[in-house]
């Protein structure tokens, strides 16, 4: 067993390594190796069951508690709002919640244990913080690591092309390029009105 969570940590710091690479993405190492456990942990332990409790829900328990168990619990909410904004964005419809909201409620998460300096040493505030303050973009680079690691199936393709026409990320669309197809932006056809005088 610990030899497989071994081979899990160091395949998901290649991973994370190379995400952060593509996507331009500095930060300190310490936070990259926040990233790396984040996603070993939600593979082989149970936190995964975070990942199925309403936010909400998670926020509330935090809250009944106080001193370390309290940000022991906004920690895990931290990181299961991260986890899902990266590799499960599909399922916020699913959840009745949208982005903004996951992300609010992260951060929130994240910004209250970087505030509890009682818990944590400098560079323990320092994380929490970064996380907190650049969780959008973590949350990128978990979504670029769900990206490397997806079979590149027909249905993927069409979900991450699907994304690209709502956002119109340049970030989706080098994927998409990755990946063999560059949509390409097409001009609305011009009306009656837009022609100019006609002469017969």
Not at 5 to 26: G, K, M, N, P, Y
Not at 48 to 71: C, I, K, N, W, Y
Not at 78 to 96: I, K, M, N, Q
Not at 176 to 194: E, H, Y
């Amino acid at each position: 067993m610990v030899e497989a969570c071994v081979d899990v940590r160091a395949f998901f710091r290649e991973q994370v390594t190379s995400a952060l690479r593509s996507l331009e993405v500095t930060t300190a190492r310490d936070t990259e190796q926040y990233l790396v456990e984040l996603l070993a942990g939600f593979s082989v332990s149970d936190k995964v069951q975070d990942v199925s409790t309403p936010f909400v829900e998670l926020l509330g328990h935090a809250l009944e508690v106080e001193g370390a168990e309290r940000m022991y619990r906004l920690r895990n909410l931290g990181d299961a709002a991260l986890y899902v904004s990266g590799f499960l964005p599909d399922s916020y419809e699913r959840r009745g919640v949208t982005h903004p909201y996951v992300v609010s409620m992260g951060a929130r998460a994240y910004g209250e244990v970087s505030r509890s300096a009682r818990w944590h040493s400098a560079a323990h505030r320092f994380l929490f913080e970064e996380l907190a303050d650049r969780f959008e973009a973590f949350a990128r680079v978990l979504d670029e690591v769900r990206e490397q690691t997806a079979l590149c199936t027909d249905g993927e393709i069409f979900r991450l092309y699907e994304r690209w026409c709502a956002t119109r990320s340049p970030s989706l669309l080098r994927r998409l390029s990755r990946r063999g197809v560059a949509p390409r932006v097409t001009q609305p056809v011009p009306g009656p009105s837009d022609r100019g005088p006609q002469t017969n």
